[in-house]
Antibody
Framework: QVQLQQSGAELVKPGSSVKISCKAS????????MHWIKQQPGNGLEWIGW????????KYNQKFNGKATLTADKSSSTAYMQLSSLTSEDSAVYFC?????????WGQGVMVTVSS | DNVLPQSPTTMAASPGEKVTITCHAS?????MNWHQQKSGTSPKLWIY???KLASGVPDRFSGSGSGTSYSLTINTMETEDAATYYC?????????FGSGTKLEIK
């Protein structure tokens, strides 16, 4: 069965960076786009971008250019998102989601808290 | 960006009642997906390609729409349907989500 297992919660300082992971199993990792979505507490969903692990192609929401960097490791079937120059506005839950006729499988989410 | 005003923001329905949630796109040439999210959990794909039910979704749910106007309908509300529903347009980037409709049981 398809599973997306994300890394654990992060408490990070303002100005620092964080890299979160999304390990895929139960399907061919290189055949489907992986999307990343942000959800701030009590708020809606915001699309960050996608990566196609087959060739590393990416597409970003312009709002997250320079903030988020998406990568993928085919050998471990793991997608990564690095967030840089963190501020309190980056405190949120971050989800990965596979795209096949829509975001059909979601990870459990990673809570990132930015605090000094 | 393709803004997606969603209405209502919140609503309550009694068991057996018909429920309709609407989503308006600022531009056409898209299709609409819908996601269900319950408190403290990840969203789940509920409807894709405007009208197709995702795996395991009860057939009391339906989706419809075209152009810039889309809707999700529950034919007969059940307790387990209480959740927040988000529309999401595909496929003009950036992909965008509606602001969500919180549906409660009366």
């Amino acid at each position: 069965q398809v599973q997306l297992q994300q890394s654990g919660a992060e408490l990070v300082k303002p100005g620092s960076s964080v890299k979160i992971s999304c390990k895929a199993s139960g399907y061919t990792f290189t055949s489907y786009d992986m999307h990343w979505i942000k959800q701030q507490p009590g708020n809606g969903l915001e699309w960050i971008g996608w990566i196609y692990p087959g060739n590393g192609n990416t597409k970003y929401n312009q709002k997250f250019n320079g903030k988020a960097t998406l990568t993928a490791d085919k050998s471990s079937s793991t997608a990564y998102m690095q967030l840089s120059s963190l501020t309190s506005e980056d405190s949120a839950v971050y989800f990965c989601a596979r795209w096949r006729m829509g975001m059909d499988y979601w990870g459990q989410g990673v809570m990132v808290t930015v605090s000094s | 960006d393709n803004v997606l005003p969603q209405s209502p923001t919140t609503m309550a329905a009694s068991p057996g009642e018909k429920v309709t949630i609407t989503c308006h796109a600022s531009s056409s040439g898209i299709y609409m997906n819908w996601h269900q999210q319950k408190s403290g959990t990840s969203p789940k794909l509920w409807i894709y390609d405007t009208s197709k039910l995702a795996s395991g979704v009860p057939d009391r749910f339906s989706g419809s729409g075209s152009g810039t106007s889309y809707s999700l309908t529950i034919n007969t509300m059940e307790t387990e349907d209480a959740a927040t529903y988000y529309c999401q347009q595909c496929c003009s980037t950036p992909l965008t989500f509606g602001s969500g409709t919180k549906l409660e049981i009366k």
